[in-house]
């Protein structure tokens, strides 16, 4: 996701020619923006990194927010949110387009020009709010990626169980590695288990493909013996 938003807000950034182009995600408590380290800020420009009360929003920005529709300043003026610790300028006009995810407002992606006023072109507002539709669904791909990720790595954790050291006529040992992160989630599984008739069972098996769907047919093949 840290990659997704660094090249997203660099390259809108510099298409628009704006100072700034950043993320602020909504906080726990749905009462500020935390705008988020990966962002883009032009040359000589200092970067943000601070919480926002929604509090301190325009009157009504946040209500056109959650209903799904962009914010734009032409000129913000030099108010306390405006300026950093050393009273240099931070915003004298935005555009700020709402970010849903699952269907909720969950932040903005904000253009920013932090050295004069301007006044944004419709085709920029749409540009902007057409990137942030494309970022939310980029996000949401991403968090259900390492979501299944994550669930099929606990499986294939599950699966790759330690096996006797010693069977009746046999010492046995497991050395499992792979030559990619993301091979290791998936269809790999061993196991050596005693038969009914005193014999000893060897399996070694590869489900075809990788990811959830490949460690849960793991699962049934396993269970299965």
């Known amino acids: 996701m840290d990659e997704i938003l660094r090249i997203v807000t660099e390259r809108v950034g510099q298409a628009l020619k704006v100072s700034r182009c950043l993320c602020a995600r909504l906080s726990p408590a749905r009462d500020a923006l935390e705008v988020l380290s990966q962002q883009y800020a032009a040359p000589g420009v200092p970067g943000l990194a601070f919480v926002y009360r929604l509090a301190d929003c325009p009157p009504g920005a946040v209500e056109v927010w959650e209903a799904g529709r962009p914010v734009a300043s032409q000129d913000h003026g030099l108010d306390r949110v405006s300026l950093d610790a050393d009273g240099r300028d931070l915003t004298r006009a935005f555009i700020a387009c709402p970010i849903f995810l699952?269907?909720?407002?969950?932040?903005?992606?904000?253009?920013?020009?932090?050295?004069?006023?301007?006044?944004?072109?419709?085709?920029e507002v749409d540009f902007l709010g057409a990137v942030a539709d494309i970022l939310a669904l980029a996000l949401e791909?991403?968090?259900?990626?390492?979501r299944e990720h994550r669930v099929a790595d606990m499986l294939q954790s599950a699966f790759l169980t330690d096996i006797p050291d010693r069977m009746p006529g046999l010492t046995l040992g497991a050395n499992y590695s792979t030559g990619l992160d993301e091979s290791r989630v998936g269809g790999d599984y061993y196991d050596a288990f005693r038969l009914p008739d005193g014999r000893v069972g060897l399996v070694i098996a590869d489900v075809s493909?990788?990811?959830?769907?490949?460690?849960v047919q793991t699962a049934t093949v396993k269970y299965s013996l």
């Open 102 to 123: 699952r269907g909720q407002f969950n932040g903005l992606f904000i253009a920013q020009q932090s050295d004069e006023a301007r006044v944004w072109v419709t085709d």
């Open 209 to 215: 493909g990788k990811g959830l769907s490949a460690a």
């Open 141 to 146: 791909n991403a968090r259900l990626y390492a």
